[in-house]
């Protein structure tokens, strides 16, 4: 049996004739920079997102850093972003010359805390990026709270977690992405709205915020030629944005496909003694970009190679902190150390999840895994 941790082709194949007619019609109207479709989608996804600005880019890591760059942030400025994450997180922080400042995350839902997050406040504290790991907001209310007492912005990392729902104490419901001064976000193919390429978007509420960014993605430019301040250049392409016009569509039924799954995985693994089914948070749903276990027991490496053995292969989102990683050592002392981090470094393991998965798929892996635990 073949099974794929992120099955493309399969999910191509359903909406084949659409994505083709699309693409066709893109490279006939050779209009591949800034073309109708780019528009239309930016258009499409405010309303999908409920948000007053979408600005699309190049790819999830350009929009973290025009995001910075639009929020005026200098060199020496702090920064605080988990350790356990993506490294573009903390890339473009280091990047820009600003200070990472990273800290520790919830063992069971693998996101920051507001608690984790005050206490790495400091007086050079500017901003907050929150990142909503693997498909499930962080709880975003305490930390929009803290960022309004100590006057820092926030910027959510919703690479992730596009079309989760967070819910506030006063029941009001906000798409994530939308909810901090800025959100960030790529379509990278295997994301859960993803092109057949690079692509990304800012998205914010803020009209003036929103006037910088896409100047600054527009290489510093209002008019053309006439360049007000240094940007980049970062467009997401016309045939990447008719490609996300017609999968935009289908979004909310792949998470509703990756749920069904997601139940069928706990219901398989939430009683075996020695795994960690994902937690859910109460004020978020979520549209599982993966599907993560903690193997406990030391035993993640054995599992993992024992599967792929048998053909099912599993992922290890992230085997090391940010603060271990050569690139990030100036950031840290040689023993700095943060205790889940590197717990989840050592446990977490992602299983298979995409739309064209089927209940046979679900089951082989179930009956490895139970090989494997009995043998223990
Ligand atoms: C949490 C997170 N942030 C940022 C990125 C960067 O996105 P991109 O690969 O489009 O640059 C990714 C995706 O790879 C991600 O998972």
């Given amino acids: 049996m073949k099974i794929e941790m992120v099955d493309l082709k399969g999910q191509y194949d359903k909406i084949k004739n659409e994505i083709d007619q699309a693409v066709l019609e893109c490279l006939s109207s050779t209009a591949y920079i800034n073309g109708p479709a780019v528009k239309e989608f930016q258009l499409q996804l405010e309303k999908y997102l409920d948000v007053k600005h979408v600005i699309p880019c190049a790819n999830g890591t350009d929009s973290l850093q025009i995001a910075m760059m639009a929020l005026g942030l200098k060199p020496g400025d702090e920064v605080i972003c988990p350790a356990f994450t993506y490294v573009a997180t903390a890339e473009v922080i280091g990047l820009l010359g600003l200070t990472p400042v990273m800290v520790d995350v919830d063992p069971n839902t693998f996101n920051l805390t507001s608690q984790e997050i005050e206490r790495a406040i400091t007086p050079k504290t500017k901003a907050i990026v929150p990142v909503h790991l693997y498909g499930q907001s962080c709880d975003m209310e305490p930390i929009m709270g803290l960022a309004e007492k100590f006057d820092l912005f926030v910027i959510e990392d919703n690479a992730q977690a596009i079309g989760a729902n967070y819910t506030f104490s006063d029941g009001r419901v906000a798409k994530t992405g939308t909810i901090g001064h800025i959100g960030s976000t790529s379509f990278f193919p295997s994301k859960n709205l993803g092109c057949y390429g690079d692509g990304g978007a800012l998205l914010t509420n803020d009209d003036e915020l929103a006037h910088k960014m896409r100047m600054i993605a527009n290489h510093g430019q209002e008019k053309k030629y006439y360049h007000k301040v240094l940007g980049c250049n970062s467009r997401l392409d016309t045939i990447q944005a008719s490609i996300l016009n017609i999968k ?25 003694d020695g795994l960690q089914i994902p937690t859910r948070q109460p004020n978020s749903t979520h549209v599982f970009h993966q599907y993560t276990l903690k193997v406990k027991n030391g035993r993640r490496d054995d599992l993992k190679n024992y599967l792929a053995g048998l053909g099912i292969p599993s992922m290890i989102y992230y085997p090391l902190p940010l603060y271990k990683q050569d690139a990030f050592r100036q950031f840290s002392s040689n023993n700095f150390r943060l205790e889940f981090t590197e717990e ?33």
């Fill in 248 to 272: 935009l569509k289908y979004l909310d039924a792949y998470s509703q496909a990756r749920n069904e799954m997601a139940a069928r995985y706990d219901s398989f693994f939430q009683n075996v």
């Fill in 344 to 376: 989840l470094c050592d446990e977490v393991l992602s299983l298979p999840i995409h739309t064209e998965m089927n209940t046979s798929h679900m089951d082989y892996i179930y009956n490895n895994f139970n090989s494997f635990f009995k043998k223990q």
